[in-house]
Nanobody, 122 residues
Framework: QVQLVESGGGLVQAGGSLRLSCVVTGRTFSTMAWFRQAPGKEREFVAGIRWNGGSTRYSDSVKGRFTISRDNAKNTVYLQMNSLKPEDTAVYYC?????????????????WGQGTQVTVSS
């Protein structure tokens, strides 16, 4: 059974940092990604990474502040979030895909975690 379990969310002040983790069990995927969804908004792509080679892709809104990485031995993907802003407040979701390219739209991903809340206060 495939499971994606996120952790690491919480409340942080603007300018602070958080690290999200996503543990994957049951299968190995080619591409992993983080999406986020704020209240009343559509789910949006944040960052993605290929398991093999480690190539990455970021949305313009987080480039230079967030870093996605993976630990193949632990089947875990991380999202290091620095210089957080109130507009980063959202539920963050981990997603997995068999594709060899890092897609940026939700329908391209086959599996999802339950989400973890990130709240950035001003």
């Amino acid at each position: 059974q495939v499971q994606l379990v996120e952790s690491g969310g919480g409340l942080v002040q603007a300018g602070g940092s958080l690290r999200l983790s996503c543990v994957v069990t049951g299968r190995t995927f080619s591409t992993m990604a983080w999406f986020r969804q704020a209240p009343g908004k559509e789910r949006e792509f944040v960052a993605g990474i290929r398991w093999n080679g480690g190539s990455t892709r970021y949305s313009d809104s987080v480039k230079g502040r967030f870093t996605i990485s993976r630990d193949n031995a632990k089947n875990t993907v991380y999202l290091q979030m620095n210089s957080l802003k109130p507009e980063d407040t959202a539920v963050y979701y981990c997603a997995a895909d068999y594709s060899l390219s890092i897609a940026t739209i939700p329908p391209e991903y086959d599996y999802w975690g339950q989400g973890t809340q990130v709240t950035v206060s001003s």
